[in-house]
């Protein structure tokens, strides 16, 4: 199954809608990866720390089933990304 990244970018407000949708993007991720499609996810922090975006690189059939699980998520759903990237990329390493 190909491999995929999104890169969400927080807006300037995100932080009380980061809070507020927090447990439902933690909620489809976490089913995500018992499905085993995750590959890694976390939080793009700023030089203090703190999220102001977030990465996931995950599998999906093709780009239009990426970009439609990336454009699903509660965090965009609740407008703390500005912007989101989805783009193929191909796993070099880790080799298995």
Do not use: N, W
Not at 14 to 26: D, G, L, M, N
Not at 46 to 51: K, L, V
Not at 65 to 74: I, K, Q, T, V
């Amino acid at each position: 199954m190909p491999t995929f990244v999104y890169i969400g970018h927080d807006g300037a407000d995100a932080s009380q809608q980061r809070k507020r949708a927090r447990p439902e993007h933690i909620g489809r991720i976490e089913a995500l990866d018992a499905a085993g499609r995750i590959r890694f996810a976390g939080p793009l922090l700023d030089e203090g720390g703190e999220p102001r975006g977030s990465v996931v690189v995950f599998e999906a059939d093709d780009l239009h089933a990426a970009r439609a699980l990336a454009e699903s998520d509660p965090y965009v759903e609740a407008g703390v990304f500005e912007r989101l990237e989805v783009r193929e990329t191909r796993v070099v390493f880790p080799k298995t």
